[in-house]
């Protein structure tokens, strides 16, 4: 019998916290993930540090033509692709008043534009091998939040785009999973959360363990976006 082959998995963000953890668990399990990210030095050390092949493609996902030349090297390479895990994105708070016209464009165009754009360039592909999406959107698309007017507005566009690409995907064969985390100890916290907050927070090994399940889920179960909370929350003391 013809051994099926590795499952191939875009992953943007790959280079650190949420992304290179849903890229490590994904590559414990077999796939073969393309790395997507700004710095090409952060990406190869990432690649590197995985289990099984990996490739490290330095892009910026908001230029124009960038997310068309990541599927097309990843299909050149590998001959499919079977999952994109959008996990790249920005965190930058400013109160609704503050909020200047390039801090909004910049905060959108990176968490919901280039989204949209690297879905539509492997739409096709995703197609012929019924494959799957996966966003990484934010606890912020469902819960308020001072200070994150935009951020907060860019993930709730991306929880409702996900929920526009389930129906569109079905009849195409393709599953779309939207994961709502809470606060997660990634870089994105530096200089915003003391130590004390962040050693509270979630391990991002434990959210790409999650990701990573929830694409290995039976193909017949239909997955509504998922919020995940640390089980105390990391501003507050710890109960005694």
């Not at 390039?102 to 592909?125: C, F, K, S, Y």
């Not at 979630?202 to 929830?214: D, Y």
């Not at 239909?222 to 919020?227: G, L, M, S």
Request: proline share 6%; glycine share 10%.
């Amino acid at each position: 019998m013809k051994a099926r082959p590795a499952p191939v998995a875009v992953v943007t963000g790959g280079g650190s916290g949420i992304g290179l953890a849903c890229a490590a668990a994904l590559s414990a399990r077999g796939a073969v993930c393309v790395l997507v990210g700004r710095r090409e030095d952060r990406l190869q050390a990432a690649a590197e540090s995985l289990g099984s092949p990996a490739a490290a493609v330095a892009a910026d996902l908001t230029e124009p033509g960038e997310p068309e030349r990541i599927v097309s090297e990843a299909v050149a390479a590998h001959g499919r692709l079977d999952v994109i895990v959008h996990s790249a994105g920005t965190f930058e708070k400013a109160a609704a008043a503050e909020v200047t016209a390039d801090h909004w464009q910049h905060v959108m165009d990176i968490n919901l534009g280039a989204v949209m754009a690297l879905t539509r360039a492997g739409w096709e592909p995703l197609a012929a091998a019924g494959g799957q999406i996966v966003l990484i959107s934010s606890i912020a698309a469902v819960q308020a939040f001072e200070g994150n007017a935009a951020y907060a507005a860019s993930k709730g566009g991306l929880n409702a785009l996900g929920e526009v690409l389930r129906l569109e995907g079905r009849d195409r064969g393709i599953r779309v999973i939207t994961v709502c985390p809470a606060q997660i100890d990634t870089e994105l916290w530096v200089q915003k959360a003391p130590n004390r907050v962040r050693e509270r927070m979630m391990p991002a090994t434990g959210v790409g363990e999650l990701v990573a399940e929830l694409i290995g889920t039976d193909r017949r179960i239909d997955i509504a976006p998922v919020v995940i909370r640390p089980v105390h929350d990391p501003w507050q003391d710890p109960p005694p």
